[in-house]
């Protein structure tokens, strides 16, 4: 799987959009952008994947850039539930192989 | 959605002692099982992987002996951490793979060696 870059962490307002940045610049051809967050002491929860075109589901929206670098992902309104730490992942899509987990993006939501 | 239970949520045993989590996939038949640990901030290592009716394949530096596997059954694999020392403690979390190759995450063991 293709190495990725995030920011340690982040703070967002509650209720503002929270961007949440991911490097990929070896990213291959067949593989992925995946998106997952763990809320404190909890398993990890999917939110989001694509391959180049950008994406929106009830959760987030993804946004791949068009060398496919690199990608953001949208949470459109924050709340405080949304604190977590967000894992961006690189791989061929539902290879069945285990997820490598970075270091991830600790976001803070504040009141 | 896919469901997976995991059990204990917590527990908390003497050192010496070996202690059993439980994965379960709920509502569909998982031939893999994943294991991961978590120490305090750090993200999750994959410890072991579980197939169904074989035995498990291990991550470089994860004693097979020490940390059990079994997966028995299409909706069960279980983790046995034998002879647990304060060092073993952590937060150990499974995960599923559906038939359509997603996979899916239980909610975790804290596991507390004294």
């Known amino acids: 799987d293709a190495k990725t870059t995030q920011p340690t962490s982040m703070d967002c307002a509650e209720g503002r959009a929270a961007n949440l940045p991911c490097n990929h610049s070896t990213i291959s051809g067949n593989e992925y952008v995946y998106w997952y967050r763990q809320i404190h002491s909890q398993g990890p929860q999917y939110i989001i994947h694509g391959l180049k075109n950008n994406e929106t589901n009830e959760m987030a929206s993804l946004i791949i850039t068009e060398d496919r670098k690199s990608s953001t992902l949208i949470l459109p309104h924050a709340t405080l539930r949304d604190t977590a730490v967000y894992y961006c992942?690189?791989?061929?899509?539902?290879?069945?192989?285990?997820?490598?987990f970075g270091k991830g993006t600790s976001l803070l939501v504040t009141p | 959605g896919a469901v997976v239970s995991q059990h204990p949520s917590w527990v908390i045993c003497k050192s010496g002692t070996s202690v059993k989590i439980e994965c379960r996939s709920l509502?569909?038949?998982?031939?893999?099982m994943f294991w991961y640990r978590q120490f305090p901030k750090q993200s999750l290592m994959l410890m072991a992987t579980?197939?169904?009716?074989?035995?498990?394949?291990?991550e470089q530096g994860v004693e097979k002996d020490k940390f059990l596997i079994n997966h028995a059954s299409l909706t069960l694999s279980t983790l046995t951490v034998t002879s647990a020392h304060p060092e073993d403690s952590s937060f150990y979390i499974c995960?599923?793979?559906?038939?359509?190759?997603?996979?899916?995450f239980g909610d975790g063991t804290r596991l507390s060696i004294l």
């Open positions: 579980s197939n169904e009716g074989s035995k498990a394949t291990y």
């Open positions: 992942i690189v791989r061929v899509e539902d290879s069945g192989y285990a997820l490598n």
């Open positions: 995960s599923a793979r559906d038939p359509l190759v997603s996979q899916h």
């Open positions: 509502d569909f038949q998982a031939t893999t």
